[in-house]
């Protein structure tokens, strides 16, 4: 499956309900070869209204928390787990998980990253590991099929709890590092 067939099967993508109350399917933007990749748990409101991720308050503090690594939308991509907003906000359920993992599978396998940052707890325990603890993972390195995963708190959860910034900032540095030490494109 190529770029374009991939993103024309996702945006008519009537897997689960989320399809039914979805505005905008929020495919994911960015470089289609980005060594690094962010994902996120699903749209919110903001990404559902503009089908893009992370454009409200939380992808403005997403955008400054790449900004101290040297990254942007430009040289990474950013998705999400499921493509269409859950009602409320409220995080995916399994079966929205799994109706939609297709799709970033396919991304994925697409893209080839070499580096992934989960963005929330959500996020680490459909990528990393399922018993994953937010609090206590966080910026750890993990590998799975060749790919190093780290956690970061959601930059939602940091705008609820900004005494959460300065341990951020130590894992943006961490993460900066490991992009220095195997990515091959200029950060």
């Given at each position: 499956m190529n770029w374009d067939t991939l993103y024309d099967a996702c945006m008519s993508c009537k897997q689960c309900r989320l399809s039914e109350t979805r505005t905008n399917v929020v495919f994911g933007v960015g470089r289609r070869d980005a060594e690094v990749v962010f994902i996120g748990e699903g749209p919110g409101q903001q990404e559902d209204l503009q089908g893009e991720p992370f454009v409200g308050r939380s992808g403005q503090l997403l955008d400054d928390m790449m900004a101290m690594i040297d990254l942007n939308r430009e040289n990474t991509f950013i998705a999400n787990i499921v493509k269409c907003r859950p009602p409320g906000n409220r995080d995916p359920l399994p079966a929205e998980q799994t109706a939609c993992s297709p799709w970033l599978d396919q991304q994925l396998k697409l893209i080839k990253p070499k580096i992934i940052v989960c963005l929330g707890r959500v996020s680490a325990m459909y990528m990393i590991r399922p018993d994953f603890k937010i609090?206590?993972?966080?910026?750890?390195?993990?590998?799975?099929?060749?790919?190093?995963?780290?956690?970061?708190?959601?930059?939602?959860?940091?705008?609820?709890?900004?005494?959460?910034?300065?341990?951020?900032?130590?894992?943006?540095?961490?993460?900066?590092?490991?992009?220095r030490e195997i990515c091959t494109s200029t950060y």
């Open positions: 609090t206590k993972d966080h910026g750890q390195w993990f590998m799975h099929e060749g790919v190093h995963m780290m956690a970061l708190y959601h930059p939602a959860a940091l705008l609820r709890d900004p005494a959460r910034r300065p341990e951020t900032f130590v894992d943006l540095k961490t993460l900066q590092a490991k992009i």
